[in-house]
């Protein structure tokens, strides 16, 4: 019979991802959807390490700080981040901030994969950046 301990190492190795596929998240290369996919799925599942709140800034304000944070984040070796940008508007007329910050981390050199929180860690409001690490 199995103790809990060798059942609990072979469900983690059978439901985890090895470095190297996380580490390709943080990679400049696409090989594919199929890669792509997996590489969402293992930036998913990192813990957000830090996180910038934009609300009340102005457009450009607000790029310049996530280009700032991007950039500390990538320095302080911060594998995943979290950007609150809001929802825009109450009516949800509005989410020119959340649609900019979008576009700016699909162009940003140290922006790797995103995606959307979970409504309890932001939801629609912010976004998470699997942060590219700088070639050395």
Not at 12 to 28: L, T
Request: net charge neutral.
């Amino acid at each position: 019979m199995n103790d809990f301990g060798s059942i609990l190492t072979a469900w983690e190795q059978k439901h985890s991802y090895s470095e190297d596929i996380i580490a390709k998240c943080f990679d400049d290369t696409d090989n594919g959807d199929a890669q792509a996919a997996v590489h969402k799925i293992a930036a998913r599942r990192l813990p957000v390490e830090d996180e910038l709140d934009l609300h009340a800034m102005k457009l450009e304000e607000a790029l310049s700080a996530v280009d700032r944070f991007l950039r500390q984040s990538a320095a302080n070796g911060k594998r995943k981040v979290l950007i609150v940008h809001g929802k825009g508007n109450h009516d949800g007329s509005s989410g020119l901030l959340r649609t900019e910050v979008r576009k700016f981390l699909e162009k940003h050199e140290l922006a790797g994969e995103t995606g959307i929180p979970k409504r309890g860690e932001g939801g629609d409001g912010a976004t998470w950046v699997a942060v590219r690490q700088r070639s050395r």
